[in-house]
């Protein structure tokens, strides 16, 4: 059976070697995300601003919008560090979300004595290759991987009468709530090209930066919080 996944190839990736000095290069891989539903199709793509209709960002945008804010946070802005902190929560809470409701709906299909539900999948599933440049573009892929898997676990269990239609719609409702809001948070990010050193003393560019985007925590601006995946900052690179 199908399952809702990303994966890897590889086979397809390859590491650059050095002839003159023997030592390994880079290495590149590849990936992809196999999507079986159309709710979670719509999570990829998110919806363009038109007249009267708000945009919404989808996988692909929020990874690529994850790369100026994950060299800034290398460049020690605080801003940058206090957001890539909001997100990572923002997906740590979305994923907790989606794999209790999965659980729960697991237990709801196992319950049935002398009947054996499988979960659907589909027949004729896309995949769609991933190439982002930091971690969190691969972090909200596997948001829509798990929501994936909730909603044909979802749509299996309305099938077979286990949920009716408005707790279904409930819960893949919420769950979809929960993953943009992750990824419209780095939506509120604004580049201001501070840096930690700009505010002791403060000048003009803290101040340009407070005003744009407000008061940082003081955890934050001393560097003693970071996300758990946080890029190393360019002056520690030599440590």
């Known amino acids: ?22 030592t390994p290069g880079k290495l590149r891989g590849d990936a992809r995300i196999v999507i079986q539903t159309r709710q979670a199709q719509k ?10 209709v708000e945009p919404i960002i989808g996988m692909l945008a929020f990874g690529q919008r994850m790369k100026p804010l994950w060299t800034s946070s290398q460049n020690d802005d605080p801003y940058a560090d206090w957001y890539l902190l909001q997100i990572e929560q923002c997906i740590d809470a979305a994923q907790k979300q989606i794999q209790e409701k999965r659980q729960w709906l697991s237990e709801v299909l196992e319950g049935m004595d002398g009947i054996k539900i499988d979960v659907a999948s589909s027949r004729s599933p896309i995949e769609i290759p991933l190439q982002f440049s930091n971690p969190y573009g691969y972090m909200g892929a596997y948001l829509v991987a798990d929501y994936d898997a909730l ?18 719609e409930e819960l893949l409702k919420n769950a979809g709530r929960a993953i943009r809001r992750s990824f419209n948070t780095v939506g509120l990010w604004k580049y201001t090209g501070v840096r930690r050193q700009d505010f002791d003393p403060i000048n003009q560019t803290a101040l340009r930066a407070k005003e744009l985007m407000g ?21 520690d690179l030599s440590d």
């Open 151 to 168: 909603t044909r676990t979802i749509l299996t269990t309305r099938h077979f009468g286990l949920i009716d239609r408005n707790r279904s």
């Open 43 to 52: 999570l990829v793509k998110g919806r363009e601003r038109r007249a009267g």
């Open 215 to 235: 008061e940082i925590p003081e955890e934050i601006l001393s560097g003693s919080l970071r996300a758990k995946i946080a890029p190393k900052r360019q002056a």
């Open 1 to 22: 059976m199908a399952a809702s996944k990303i994966s890897s190839s590889p086979e397809n990736s390859h590491i650059d070697q050095d002839p003159d000095t023997n």
